[in-house]
């Protein structure tokens, strides 16, 4: 390095032939590109520990059987086979695009709306409530279960107050009932922050972009609608993507709510919670290599074309 | 809404006593939009209310009293020593670990992305984009997608149940790589560098005595948003982890609430469960509270990277 510095000292001191120039450039470039690696180099190491090698076994795992007899066996395709042919995939993939179409729309509404409103000067106390919505995103995904988990107990907690306070019978732990609940925690998570996505976007709207439509007798709703929704297009855009990746890797939530609730949430209740299951018994990482895959690739398609579609809509 | 509902509107806000004074002024507030935020603010904040009243309870008063209510008699104190002191400690024992998993985890993380970051914006090389253009593809890859292979990955090599099967994927942010680039490339001017250069300073101390300290905001979000993703980080240790001992909080939490719900395993410690659930959730609060205009900045950094 330091070599490479005199060098180009040097060569400034000396002459300035279009040749040296050359070298002096030549020299630059290089010195330049060797420091440019050193700084990136410690993150890439890690980067294919932790990112490109993963995917790569898993690939190589997806593609062949481990028998009993006859060890390990190229058998291309067939682990998709078997998870695509299987009920249980279906099942659990059905159950994630419920809580996609009806999850995902209630809480980017319920966030748009509250961006909307500690947006407009029409509401008191507007960082108050930005902070206390942003509060749940904080909690641990696991305490916002447990939490969760206790306020829907029908024996005690607040489900059982309610219960008896109006004469129901509410049962959120109940196999009818729970995926609703585990959509009420996502909810609950992840309304406030997505409410800031979208603040953040509202916040760089020109002022004089709807002053002029509001001396034009603009009602409040009118200037939402029709210039603030459409101008942030790309914050709902991320929000979006990020719902989608949400909910097509569910989780932590079925998994921890299988302790209270064992009949209602089986070992292959999403796809991800299958995977895992899969992934404990080691007979079966083949499988569990071909079902992570197989959903990496939908989420990643998924969240592909909505980022495309958006986009070209946004020009 | 129309400018007559407004005035109408104002005086119920000004009965309601929403803090406005004058009645001019007063038109401009909604009870609408309060009202609404209202009712979104209230089912934000009373699980965690319940968490802070429960984790004054006895284990008796949990189960027998009013939810949103305190108990017979305060046992906070009590909880506290027994949730730091069932089974020799092991409460103690997940925090620490959480603590070591952030600090190298978080910490590694934030370091490599700086450094990386940096390399990237600065420097021109060969290869550049094609890495540049995989990194940045890799932030589309939902982190729970990566939990199965990488399991796979590690049993093969044998690191799993130790606490680098933990820090490995936690070291790697494309998030905070992108982030530094950006910054890098708008808060950092070339000139900067390249007179420092001439002054005759090395790489590494430009990058830590001048690059470093312009990058603080940019820092401080990478930082911020590692910290809560390895703190809350579940799926992964849930996986990678069978010895106790190893256990971040919210494995061991979830499994002492296991024991507290389950019928086959010993006595019910719901008290336990609800006060070590209140210990994990503050040092995140109060870090996310001191830290908040960093909180946004990184949300509305992330929001405009496509």
Not at chain 1, 79 to 108: C, E, H, K, S
Request: with cysteine; glycine share 8%; aromatic share 12%.
């Amino acid at each position: 390095m330091d070599a490479n510095t005199s060098v180009v000292q040097s060569s400034r001191k000396f002459g300035k032939s279009s040749r040296s120039k050359n070298i002096q450039k030549a020299h630059k470039h290089r010195r330049n590109g060797l420091i440019g690696w050193a700084f990136i180099t410690p993150f890439l190491i890690f980067f294919v520990i932790a990112i490109i090698m993963p995917i790569i076994y898993a690939l190589y795992l997806s593609v062949f059987t481990d028998k009993l007899i006859g060890g390990r066996v190229f058998t291309g395709l067939s682990n998709y086979v078997a998870i695509l042919t299987n009920g249980l995939f279906w099942d659990g993939l059905w159950r994630v695009i419920r809580v996609f179409l009806i999850q995902v729309p209630i809480m980017l509404g319920l966030a748009l709306l509250a961006a909307l409103a500690i947006d407009s000067a029409r509401l008191v106390g507007r960082s108050a409530f930005r902070i206390l919505l942003f509060l749940p995103y904080a909690v641990p995904g696991v305490v916002a279960v447990l939490i969760w988990e206790f306020l829907y107990g029908n024996q005690f907690g607040l489900t059982a107050n309610i219960n008896t306070l109006f004469g129901l019978s509410l049962q959120p732990l109940s196999k009818n009932m729970i995926l609703w609940s585990i959509g009420n925690i996502m909810t609950w998570s992840f309304t406030g922050y997505n409410m800031l996505i979208l603040y953040s976007g509202l916040k760089t709207i020109p002022t004089e972009l709807y002053e002029a439509a509001r001396l034009d007798g603009a009602s409040e709703w009118q200037v939402a609608w029709h210039i603030k929704v459409p101008a942030i297009k790309g914050q709902l855009l991320i929000s979006f993507m990020f719902s989608i990746i949400g909910t097509f890797q569910l989780f932590s939530e079925p998994q921890l709510l299988q302790t209270p609730a064992p009949n209602a949430i089986s070992s292959s209740y999403t796809p991800n919670l299958w995977a895992y299951n899969l992934s404990l018994n080691g007979s079966q990482y083949n499988l569990a290599a071909a079902l992570a895959i197989i959903m990496g690739l939908i989420t990643g398609v998924l969240a592909f074309v909505t980022q495309n579609h958006g986009s070209k809509n946004i020009d | 809404m129309s400018r007559k509902n407004t005035k109408n509107a104002a005086t119920v806000a000004v009965s309601t006593g929403s803090g406005v004074r004058k009645n001019g002024y007063s038109r401009r507030h909604s009870p609408v939009l309060f009202i609404f935020m209202l009712v979104l603010a209230l089912y934000s904040i009373i699980p965690l209310l319940w968490l802070v009243l429960n984790a004054t309870k006895s284990q008796g008063d949990i189960l027998s009293t009013f939810g949103l209510g305190f108990g017979h008699k305060l046992n906070i104190v009590e909880n506290l020593k027994a949730t730091f002191t069932y089974e020799d400690g092991s409460f103690l024992r997940w925090l620490g670990n959480t603590v070591m998993y952030v600090v190298i985890g978080a910490g590694g993380a934030t370091l490599l992305a700086a450094l990386a970051g940096y390399g990237m914006a600065m420097f021109d090389f060969a290869g550049k984009q094609i890495v540049m253009a995989i990194i940045i593809g890799a932030i589309a890859i939902p982190g729970n997608a990566l939990v199965v292979p990488t399991f796979l990955l590690f049993a093969k090599l044998g690191l799993t149940n130790t606490p680098l099967a933990v820090i490995l994927p936690s070291l790697i942010s494309p998030f905070g790589f992108y982030l530094v680039i950006s910054y890098v490339q708008s808060g950092v001017p070339r000139e900067v560098v390249e007179s420092a250069r001439v002054d005759g300073a090395g790489e590494v101390r430009i990058f830590f005595q001048i690059v470093l300290p312009l990058l603080m905001p940019c820092i401080v979000t990478v930082l911020l948003f590692a910290i809560v993703s390895t703190w809350n980080n579940y799926f992964l240790p849930l996986i990678m982890l069978n010895d106790p001992k190893w256990y971040p909080l919210t494995v061991g939490l979830a499994e002492w609430n296991a024991q507290a719900t389950g019928s086959a395993t010993p006595k019910p410690i719901y008290n336990l469960v609800i006060m070590g659930a209140l210990v994990t959730v503050i040092p995140i609060i109060i870090i996310f509270l001191m830290l908040q205009r960093y909180w946004e900045s990184g949300l509305s950094a992330g929001s405009v990277k496509q």
